[in-house]
Nanobody, 118 residues
Framework: QVQLVESGGGLVQAGGSLRLSCVAS?????MAWFRQTPGKERDFVAA???????YYGDFVNGRFTISRDNAKNTVALQMNSLKPEDTAVYYC???????????????WGQGTQVTVSS
């Protein structure tokens, strides 16, 4: 199975930036980011297809940028203009098809904490 490892989370002030990275142990078709706060379902953040087609969640509004390096099996999420409501555990996911629903994804990382202070 494909293993995913996230990194890059941390604590930043509102308006700051973070860059998250995820490394996959093998080839993937879709790589995506979801986020989750305690007691809530995981929300779709962004996804990128192997051919670089990109999809963003409704809340992103141009603040985040997803990218990937197929040769290295990595995906990154550049997050700018962070808000306190962005605070969550961010998870890297991989799938064989495009989907906005966490329940359909086949592979998951363990998550990285992002905390945005107000």
């Amino acid at each position: 199975q494909v293993q995913l490892v996230e990194s890059g989370g941390g604590l930043v002030q509102a308006g700051g930036s973070l860059r998250l990275s995820c490394v996959a142990s093998g080839r993937t078709y879709i790589m995506a980011w979801f986020r989750q706060t305690p007691g809530k379902e995981r929300d779709f953040v962004a996804a990128i297809r192997r051919d670089n087609n990109i999809y963003y969640g409704d809340f992103v509004n141009g603040r985040f940028t997803i990218s990937r390096d197929n040769a290295k099996n990595t995906v990154a999420l550049q997050m700018n203009s962070l808000k306190p409501e962005d605070t969550a555990v961010y998870y890297c996911a991989a799938n064989s098809r495009v989907s906005y629903y966490s329940s359909t994804y086949e592979h998951w990382g363990q998550g990285t904490q992002v905390t945005v202070s107000s």
